[in-house]
């Protein structure tokens, strides 16, 4: 809303929009003469970003874009950063009422994970959101395989010493598929199988299954009882 003063010397524009922006002329007029004086006025509109997802889970080895979005006049800057270091690897989309920024990793890796911060900024203001990359890494178990030896009548323990993340799951099977559960047989020792009275017919393969959200892997345990 456009408001003069009386004396017509002040010009009022309450509760400024982009279309009140342009340039003014004020023009002064007395018996002597006629003088103008032309003034710009720029309307600035503080970044706002585009919500998207808070948490990001990806599995190592992925390609990753990290995307973020802003609005503002004038069009904001914008950069990604982590630990408060501007981020290089990035690319720049933009039209004409938005830019958009992504960050770019061409094989995503453990030491990507973590807080990513997204900042757009103009002379108007400034906003940032926090992205939280996850990074799954596949079940790994070593070794893949394994022959254990043991006199009968004795306990036996068969490891299965499996990495990954999130931290996977174990499951032990008896080839050919005699699923185990602890019993007075069979004792579940974290990743470990322990084996009590072992005799002839425990002799033969078992199968270490690791399993998680970012797959399963199996190791093979051979256990052979001595005569």
């Known amino acids: 809303m456009l408001t003069i003063s009386e004396d017509k010397k002040k010009l009022e524009i309450a509760s400024a929009r982009l279309s009140d922006e342009g340039r003014y002329l004020c023009t002064m007029q ?3 003469g006629t003088a103008s004086l032309t003034t710009a006025l720029n309307v600035g509109v503080p970044p706002q970003i585009i919500e998207r997802p808070k948490t990001e889970v990806v599995k190592k080895g992925d390609t990753v874009t990290l995307w973020c ?4 006049s ?3 800057i914008i950069n990604w950063k982590k630990n408060g270091t501007i ?3 990035t690319a720049i989309d933009e039209n004409s009422d938005k830019r958009r920024k992504s960050a770019i990793f061409a094989s995503i890796l453990p030491e990507d994970e973590g807080i ?7 002379w108007a203001g400034k906003a940032s959101t926090d992205v939280n990359l996850n990074v799954m890494i596949s079940p790994e178990i070593i070794p893949e ?3 254990i030896s043991t006199d009968a009548r004795q306990m036996v323990f068969l490891s299965c010493n499996a990495t990954g993340n999130p931290e996977p799951m174990i499951s032990w099977v008896k080839v050919p598929n005699t699923q185990i559960t602890p019993n007075e047989k069979y004792q579940l020792l974290g ?3 322990a084996i009590r009275n072992v005799l002839p017919e425990d002799e033969g393969f078992y199968h270490c299954i690791a399993k998680s959200d970012a797959g399963q892997v199996l190791a093979q345990r051979r256990l052979i009882v001595n005569s």
């Open 191 to 193: 990743t470990s199988l």
């Open 87 to 89: 981020l290089t690897k």
């Open 30 to 32: 007395n018996e002597a």
């Open 116 to 122: 990513y911060t997204c900042e757009a900024e103009n």
């Open 145 to 147: 395989k394994m022959n």
């Open 74 to 76: 004038p069009t904001p």
């Open 69 to 72: 979005e802003a609005t503002g």
